[in-house]
């Protein structure tokens, strides 16, 4: 089961999305269960391994959770529903049948971020094809930088991901948003960006966007590239810039600060400036820097939650 100790097993959030506005999110899967192990995971490196599809949790429980948070929100406080998991969530097999019943009891469209691993499967993309939006990274030209960025599971090839995400776009009419990382010293030279976007021009995404390990990766080697090279990227790439798009705030329905704090770190890692403006976001809260001191002492005590230094900011995260 999740480390979240809120009510909330499988709904989070709502947390700002660069891509995609005020996000509603839908985990459903365990945490850190993935069929790739990235190096710049925001997670950690991938405990459970997996490429095996499986109902981890019966549809009618999240849905039944997501009627809970959704009668305890307002709808203008979110933009979208974005299945995300903790890990790759095609690996849920309810998935086109969580999509199809989401729409149903609500009227916003309706995302999924995926590593793309299984779409080379008829059966995925099917189920794929009922959401609006689907996010899915590219930050390799072949099977061997693949192997490097990403470190997917033997069975998962290069060469038929990228025919399934060429498939995908010819079923699919909604939006394709394409992410590409770029970790220095890997896939920031000149030559390999101009094979990804040779590559990309054949899948035909919406939009491509161009991203940094902004937040502390899985690996500690994995560094941002240099600011000139990201300029010369986009437009190599012809893509929009994620790391500078507007984020918003934090927000959670959990009404303890510290249990709400902890819920989304649980899920993506904060920096103390991040729970400052979730905490003002707080009508009823009067003494922020108290309340904030307190909740960080906490954490500090905590022995699930680690404070990693990266860059020049420090993050609170899950350890893994
Ligand atoms: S970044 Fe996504 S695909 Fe990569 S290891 Fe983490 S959860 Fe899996």
């Given at each position: 089961?999740?480390?979240?100790?809120?009510?909330?097993?499988?709904?989070?959030?709502?947390?700002?999305?660069?891509?995609?506005?005020?996000?509603?999110?839908?985990?459903?899967?365990?945490?850190?269960?993935?069929?790739?192990?990235?190096?710049?995971?925001?997670?950690?490196?991938?405990?459970?391994?997996?490429?095996?599809?499986?109902?981890?949790?019966?549809?009618?429980?999240?849905?039944?959770?997501?009627?809970?948070?959704?009668?305890?929100?307002?709808?203008?406080?979110?933009?979208?529903?974005?299945?995300?998991?903790?890990?790759?969530?095609?690996?849920?097999?309810?998935?086109?049948?969580?999509?199809?019943?989401?729409?149903?009891?609500?009227?916003?469209?309706?995302?999924?971020?995926?590593?793309?691993?299984?779409?080379?499967?008829?059966?995925?993309?099917?189920?794929?094809?009922?959401?609006?939006?689907?996010?899915?990274?590219?930050?390799?030209?072949?099977?061997?930088?693949?192997?490097?960025?990403?470190?997917?599971?033997?069975?998962?090839?290069?060469?038929?991901?990228?025919?399934?995400?060429?498939?995908?776009?010819?079923?699919?009419?909604?939006i394709i948003y394409l992410e590409v990382m770029l970790v220095k010293g890997i896939n920031d030279n000149i030559e390999s960006l101009n094979k990804i976007a040779d590559l990309i021009r054949?899948?035909?995404?919406?939009?491509?966007?161009?991203?940094v390990p902004v937040r502390p990766p899985a690996e500690q080697w994995v560094k941002i590239p240099d600011e000139k090279i990201v300029i010369k990227a986009r437009e190599i790439l012809d893509?929009?810039?994620?790391?500078?798009?507007?984020?918003?705030?934090?927000?959670?329905?959990?009404?303890?600060?510290?249990?709400?704090?902890?819920?989304?770190?649980?899920?993506?890692?904060?920096?103390?400036?991040?729970?400052?403006?979730?905490?003002?976001?707080?009508?009823?809260?009067?003494?922020?820097?108290?309340?904030?001191?307190?909740?960080?002492?906490?954490?500090?005590?905590?022995?699930?939650?680690?404070?990693?230094?990266?860059?020049?900011?420090?993050?609170?995260?899950?350890?893994?």
């Open positions: 089961m999740k480390e979240s100790i809120s009510d909330y097993k499988f709904v989070f959030g709502i947390v700002p999305s660069r891509r995609l506005g005020q996000s509603l999110g839908i985990s459903p899967i365990p945490k850190k269960t993935c069929n790739f192990s990235c190096v710049y995971c925001q997670l950690g490196r991938t405990t459970k391994y997996s490429h095996e599809r499986q109902l981890f949790f019966k549809v009618d429980l999240i849905i039944n959770e997501l009627n809970n948070y959704l009668n305890s929100i307002d709808p203008s406080q979110y933009d979208i529903i974005t299945i995300v998991g903790d890990g790759e969530p095609t690996l849920y097999l309810g998935l086109g049948d969580l999509i199809k019943r989401i729409k149903k009891i609500q009227d916003k469209p309706v995302a999924v971020i995926s590593n793309g691993s299984l779409i080379a499967n008829p059966q995925i993309r099917k189920e794929l094809v009922m959401a609006d939006v689907v996010l899915l990274n590219f930050d390799s030209w072949n099977e061997q930088s693949f192997r490097r960025i990403n470190r997917p599971l033997k069975s998962i090839e290069f060469i038929n991901r990228y025919k399934g995400y060429i498939e995908f776009r010819k079923e699919f009419s909604g054949d899948i035909h995404p919406n939009v491509v966007f161009v991203n893509a929009r810039r994620m790391d500078y798009l507007p984020t918003g705030d934090f927000t959670s329905i959990e009404s303890d600060p510290t249990k709400a704090i902890l819920d989304i770190i649980g899920r993506h890692p904060m920096r103390e400036e991040d729970i400052i403006t979730f905490l003002k976001g707080r009508k009823s809260l009067t003494n922020i820097e108290e309340v904030k001191d307190e909740i960080i002492k906490n954490l500090r005590k905590n022995p699930k939650v680690q404070e990693i230094a990266y860059g020049t900011t420090r993050f609170f995260r899950f350890k893994t």
